[in-house]
T-cell receptor, first 114, second 113 residues
Framework: AQSVTQPDIHITVSEGASLELRCNYSYGATPYLFWYVQSPGQGLQLLLKYFSGDTLVQGIKGFEAEFKRSQSSFNLRKPSVHWSDAAEYFCAVGARHTGNQFYFGTGTSLTVIP | NAGVTQTPKFRVLKTGQSMTLLCAQDMNHEYMYWYRQDPGMGLRLIHYSVGEGTTAKGEVPDGYNVSRLKKQNFLLGLESAAPSQTSVYFC????????????FGPGTRLTVT
């Protein structure tokens, strides 16, 4: 069965520090992986996605993620966090059967301190 | 393009009342989805549709019904609301095919008292 685990419920970082949000997935085939961001009171916005090819993918707002098949991971990174990055981050895996269902992790809440 | 819109944005219901949430998209997407978001549980799929006139159950379908009479609209109904249905509901749409991301609406916050 498909599943996504985000081990960190909440992370606090200082502005300007680097960031890594963890995501582990369980899927029987090559996964399609996504990271979304949700600002308070807003819908979800796509940060980046991985389908195939280069395992390091670049996204919007300076984010990147690396797919590691051996570790079943798709961790999100940013070299220098800005206060505006404070939000909830969700990792998702897309399943290859009818309807392209997404399975979301429980999310990681990011707080940025000045 | 407005993208994905949801109506209403907020709603308070009493236990046992019914209501319908409307999702509309102007991107000509084939696939549409309804999720609920609860603290600590991420997003869970309620129902989805792969085309006009078709619907299917997701992970948590009980207590909800859906209809997709027009390609651009996807309705979520609560026949008899319960406090356990207090949640934030998100609609999403996507083109067909696994390589596409889902586009999300702004959400509807529903409280059932």
């Amino acid at each position: 069965a498909q599943s996504v685990t985000q081990p960190d419920i909440h992370i606090t970082v200082s502005e300007g520090a680097s960031l890594e949000l963890r995501c582990n997935y369980s899927y029987g085939a090559t996964p399609y992986l996504f990271w979304y961001v949700q600002s308070p009171g807003q819908g979800l916005q796509l940060l980046l996605k991985y389908f195939s090819g280069d395992t390091l993918v670049q996204g919007i707002k300076g984010f990147e993620a690396e797919f590691k098949r051996s570790q079943s991971s798709f961790n999100l990174r940013k070299p220098s966090v800005h206060w505006s990055d404070a939000a909830e981050y969700f990792c998702a895996v897309g399943a290859r059967h009818t309807g392209n269902q997404f399975y979301f992790g429980t999310g990681t809440s990011l707080t940025v301190i000045p | 393009n407005a993208g994905v819109t949801q109506t209403p944005k907020f709603r308070v219901l009493k236990t046992g009342q019914s209501m319908t949430l409307l999702c509309a998209q102007d991107m000509n997407h084939e696939y549409m989805y309804w999720y609920r978001q609860d603290p600590g549980m991420g997003l869970r799929l309620i129902h989805y549709s792969v085309g006009e006139g078709t619907t299917a159950k997701g992970e948590v379908p009980d207590g909800y019904n859906v209809s997709r009479l027009k390609k651009q609209n996807f309705l979520l109904g609560l026949e008899s609301a319960a406090p356990s249905q207090t949640s934030v509901y998100f609609c999403a749409s996507s083109p067909p095919g696994v390589i596409y991301e889902q586009y999300f609406g702004p959400g509807t916050r529903l409280t059932v008292t």
